[in-house]
């Protein structure tokens, strides 16, 4: 198969029918329809990742098929509470939204490369660290997210099984790969 990355413009976010998979991977994975609540954010992807200079989304596409087969997403930390022991600011810390691969192209490392394209461009805009929060009943997210170098920074042990997660970016590490090309192909 092969992988092609992009930084979608708004025609991409249409041609790709992206808000129809991020809303059917909700569905698949977390078995939520629309609530407005939380998935403000998918109807109106320009308003929080394209328009926003500090903020982003990538795309993989499946260039045999023309299919998104993959998101994720990253802009400001917006929440407005604090996490056990940390202060993250919308100044210096970027939150990952919109993670998922696919069921069919997992454990294929296209996460992975998702997330080097985020780190990259959270450096570029100088965040200082990277924020999420997953879930134990996630399907492989909290293996996923310490295999990429996050750490746990507290575990809620709430219902939801709510575990916050970060990494601290050192703005040295993609100084040899300024030059990538998002658009290249990646062959899996």
């Not at 025609?11 to 998979?21: G, L």
Request: charged share 30%.
């Amino acid at each position: 198969m092969d992988i092609e990355i992009i930084q979608p413009s708004k025609d991409d976010i249409i041609k790709y029918n992206v808000k129809d998979f991020l809303f059917k991977m909700v569905k698949y994975c977390y078995d939520l329809d629309y609530v407005a609540e939380y998935h403000y954010d998918i109807v109106d992807l320009e308003k929080y990742y394209i328009d926003p200079e500090n903020s982003n989304i990538y795309l993989a596409i499946d260039t045999n098929k023309q299919q998104v087969i993959a998101t994720c997403a990253i802009r400001n930390y917006d929440r407005d509470y604090k996490v056990k022991n940390r202060t993250y600011s919308k100044d210096d810390t970027a939150s990952i939204h919109r993670m998922f691969v696919h069921p069919d192209y997992r454990h294929h490392k296209i996460g992975s490369k998702l997330i080097k394209c985020l780190e990259k461009f959270c450096i570029e805009k100088q965040y200082n660290q990277l924020y999420l929060h997953t879930y134990e009943s996630s399907y492989g997210a909290l293996s996923f997210w310490l295999y990429n170098n996050f750490k746990i920074t507290y575990h809620t042990h709430d219902e939801d099984g709510t575990i916050h997660m970060e990494k601290i970016l050192n703005h040295n590490t993609y100084n040899e790969d300024r030059n990538i090309n998002l658009k290249e192909i990646v062959s899996t």
